[in-house]
């Protein structure tokens, strides 16, 4: 699928760091697939990423001599993107055959459309688990229910290229729940399409994934909750729902930095409490 101007129509973009392991199956789950042109944007990379991409000479690669995280990695991704419909695939996830074609069949016959998603196939432990009802997708307006957390995964989305051009990347400054924070810059001004078809699959349980890393995950979260509230792009309906989200994980932080005697931290969220209450 090429555009009117000979250029590909998609570009998908796979960040890794450190995932030789995996890494390949993961390509080949995107090169079943038609149509495209593939970015991968090795983020300083010390194991054999390197190596193993040599025999995939059709991949655009990128290689960053340090490890800056994966916002920036993505957004790299998209500056060298010649497509105007972009993809991200995390390096340990995986395709289903098809999953490029119903998506772009979506955004071409809507073109009014600017975020395309899908259900999810999740494996942790290689065992397959059942999502939980507070995972549940949905289409349209989704940005209340994107307030508790992301429900909408990175290697599951297409997104118009104009659309990141008008409402930003990914921000660099977060190392984890970066995507909650574009998705819901995009929610508040767009409605996202549900494709229920399961045609990505989520490979957890690896102890690299950053998920893992960093506790208290509600800390970034209550960090581009402030940042909407800071801005001016918020309905005064979506600003309330924005307010009491705050609060409320705020109130968790605090009580969890309690917990571990870290009290000028819990001060910090009883002032931004304080604030918004």
Same mark, same amino acid.
């Given at each position: 699928?090429?555009?009117?101007?000979?250029?590909?129509?998609?570009?998908?973009?796979?960040?890794?760091?450190?995932?030789?392991?995996?890494?390949?199956e993961?390509?080949?789950?995107?090169?079943?697939?038609?149509?495209?042109?593939?970015?991968?944007?090795?983020?300083?990379s010390?194991?054999?990423?390197?190596?193993?991409?040599?025999?995939?000479?059709?991949?655009?690669?990128?290689?960053?001599?340090?490890?800056?995280?994966?916002?920036? /990695?993505?957004?790299?991704?998209?500056?060298? /993107? *010649?497509?105007?419909?972009?993809?991200?695939?995390?390096?340990?996830?995986?395709?289903?055959?098809?999953?490029?074609?119903?998506?772009?069949?979506?955004?071409?016959e809507?073109?009014?459309?600017?975020?395309?998603?899908?259900?999810?196939?999740?494996?942790?432990?290689?065992? *397959?688990?059942?999502?939980?009802?507070?995972? *549940?997708?949905?289409?349209g307006?989704?940005?209340?229910q994107?307030?508790?957390?992301?429900?909408?995964?990175?290697?599951?989305?297409?997104?118009?290229?104009?659309?990141?051009?008008?409402?930003?990347?990914?921000?660099?400054?977060?190392?984890?729940?970066?995507?909650?924070?574009?998705?819901?810059?995009?929610?508040?001004?767009?409605?996202?399409?549900?494709?229920?078809?399961?045609?990505?699959?989520?490979?957890?349980?690896?102890?690299?994934?950053?998920?893992?890393?960093?506790?208290?995950?509600? *800390?970034?979260?209550?960090?581009?909750?402030?940042?909407?509230?800071?801005g001016?792009?918020?309905?005064?309906?979506?600003?309330?729902?924005?307010?009491?989200?705050?609060?409320?994980?705020?109130?968790?932080?605090?009580?969890?930095?309690?917990?571990?005697?870290?009290?000028?931290?819990?001060?910090?969220?009883?002032?931004?409490?304080?604030?918004?209450?």
């Amino acid at each position: 699928m090429r555009n009117d101007q000979g250029l590909p129509l998609v570009s998908v973009i796979i960040p890794t760091f450190n995932r030789a392991y995996c890494l390949t199956e993961t390509l080949h789950s995107v090169l079943n697939q038609s149509g495209f042109e593939l970015i991968v944007v090795d983020d300083g990379s010390t194991d054999s990423t390197q190596k193993m991409l040599q025999s995939f000479p059709d991949i655009r690669g990128i290689h960053l001599p340090k490890n800056h995280g994966v916002s920036y /990695a993505r957004n790299r991704g998209v500056e060298e /993107a *010649r497509g105007s419909l972009i993809c991200f695939l995390d390096s340990d996830d995986l395709w289903v055959e098809g999953k490029l074609e119903a998506q772009v069949k979506w955004m071409q016959e809507h073109p009014e459309c600017q975020a395309v998603y899908t259900d999810e196939i999740w494996i942790r432990n290689g065992v *397959r688990v059942n999502q939980m009802n507070k995972h *549940r997708k949905y289409s349209g307006d989704i940005f209340k229910q994107c307030l508790p957390l992301c429900i909408v995964s990175p290697s599951s989305v297409m997104l118009r290229k104009s659309l990141l051009d008008e409402v930003g990347f990914f921000d660099e400054s977060m190392p984890v729940c970066e995507d909650y924070d574009l998705w819901l810059r995009i929610a508040i001004r767009y409605p996202f399409k549900f494709l229920s078809d399961k045609l990505i699959v989520k490979r957890g349980g690896n102890e690299d994934q950053l998920s893992r890393k960093y506790w208290g995950m509600d *800390r970034w979260r209550v960090y581009a909750l402030e940042k909407l509230l800071r801005g001016g792009d918020l309905s005064s309906v979506q600003r309330g729902w924005v307010t009491e989200m705050l609060i409320e994980k705020s109130g968790v932080l605090i009580q969890g930095f309690a917990k571990r005697g870290k009290n000028e931290e819990a001060e910090v969220y009883k002032n931004l409490v304080a604030t918004y209450s």
